[in-house]
Nanobody, 116 residues
Framework: QVQLVESGGGLVQAGGSLRLSCAASGSIFSINYMDWYRQAPGKQREAVAAITRGGSSNYADSVKGRFTISRDNAKNTVYLQMNSLKPEDTAVYYC??????????WGQGTQVTVSS
């Protein structure tokens, strides 16, 4: 099995920055894509950013130009650099990693709160 551990969430003022990390451990073998999702109170979970094994990335329109997803294949870790944060970015952020052997595995979630 594999485990994901997220870190980096917290409270920040509008305009500030945070960097989320999601590290995989266990019987990893090989990883396909890595994603970040978020869920705000009373709303459905939404995709934020994704990155392929080759490093191609895509973003939700709401975060384009402000967020950057990256991955370190040697560390089995995916990052989400979040700049120019807005109050509407407040949510629980979840990483999702698609493993060749295990399929989709989700992180435990980390709270991001942006104050105005």
């Amino acid at each position: 099995q594999v485990q994901l551990v997220e870190s980096g969430g917290g409270l920040v003022q509008a305009g500030g920055s945070l960097r989320l990390s999601c590290a995989a451990s266990g019987s990893i073998f090989s990883i396909n894509y890595m994603d970040w999702y978020r869920q705000a109170p009373g709303k459905q979970r939404e995709a934020v950013a994704a990155i392929t094994r080759g490093g191609s990335s895509n973003y939700a329109d709401s975060v384009k130009g402000r967020f950057t997803i990256s991955r370190d294949n040697a560390k089995n870790t995916v990052y989400l650099q979040m700049n120019s944060l807005k109050p509407e970015d407040t949510a629980v952020y979840y990483c999702n990693i698609n493993f060749v052997r295990w399929g989709d595995v989700w992180g435990q979630g980390t709270q991001v709160t942006v104050s105005s």
